[in-house]
């Protein structure tokens, strides 16, 4: 937390977002100067779907679900991110409004930029540009293997390839296993792999008896990785 977090550690977590790699020493100094640190509160809305995009953020501990509301009034949780992972920038850099909600999950430490001050940086730090072309890439083929699995594969494949994401982002060594460390409800896990909490139930409980994953307390253990993974290539 920010009691105890250090300049030092605060800067190497920053460090780790993928869009300020490659950035000279002179350039990181004063994206660090540029920023400030900001906690937020369990169920604090960082931004709105539609809200002007005023800010950017890096996460440095706790998570934050990233939602969004369909035209028809459904809600898709497109990501749970975690610490070095940025926030916002894509849409801030653009001068767009928020296409997404963000909502710290548990009480998070962020570094926070004003939009205008990260458009001055991009206009004057070509790694950055190229950093910024690179994650827009990422992002467009994430959308197109998100609709690949809305369009082609089951309810099971997709739920093995939202746990697996999330333990990427997320997860943390326990044994053999790797527990995926944030409070998920059966809901989230349902809004982001396009289903109802009863599948989800349905399918956690029948990977529980077959020793893939354990639940309990909103945590969940993935114990068989390489059972999971393969899930997502069955037919």
Not at 63 to 90: C, M, N, S, W, Y
Not at 110 to 127: F, H, Q
Not at 132 to 144: A, E
Not at 148 to 160: K, Y
């Amino acid at each position: 937390m920010l009691r105890s977090m250090t300049p030092d550690a605060v800067a190497s977590i920053v460090a780790r977002a993928e869009l300020f790699r490659d950035l000279s020493p002179e350039d990181y100094a004063w994206l660090l100067d540029a920023g400030h640190l900001q906690r937020a509160d369990a169920g604090e809305h960082l931004f709105n779907q539609g809200d002007p995009a005023r800010a950017c953020y890096v996460v440095l501990s706790g998570e934050v679900r990233l939602a969004q509301v369909t035209p028809d009034g459904k809600r898709v949780i497109i990501d749970i991110i975690g610490p070095g992972t940025h926030l916002g920038f894509l849409v801030a850099l653009t001068d767009r409004p928020y296409p997404i909600s963000a909502e710290v999950i548990e009480e998070s430490d962020l570094y926070v930029w004003d939009a205008e001050v990260m458009r001055s940086l991009l206009l004057k730090t070509p790694s950055l540009m190229m950093n910024v072309m690179g994650v827009f890439t990422d992002r467009i083929i994430c959308l197109q293997r998100k609709v690949q699995q809305l369009a082609t594969e089951r309810v099971e494949q997709r739920l093995a390839y939202s746990l697996l994401m999330l333990s990427d982002h997320l997860g943390r060594r326990k044994g053999e296993g790797i527990l995926i460390n944030a409070p998920l409800t059966h809901q989230d896990l349902a809004e982001m792999s396009g289903t109802n909490i009863y599948s989800v139930s349905r399918i956690l409980h029948r990977w529980e008896e077959d020793r893939i994953v354990e639940t309990g307390r909103k945590r969940i253990v993935i114990c068989s990785p390489e059972q999971l993974r393969e899930l997502t290539h069955r037919t």
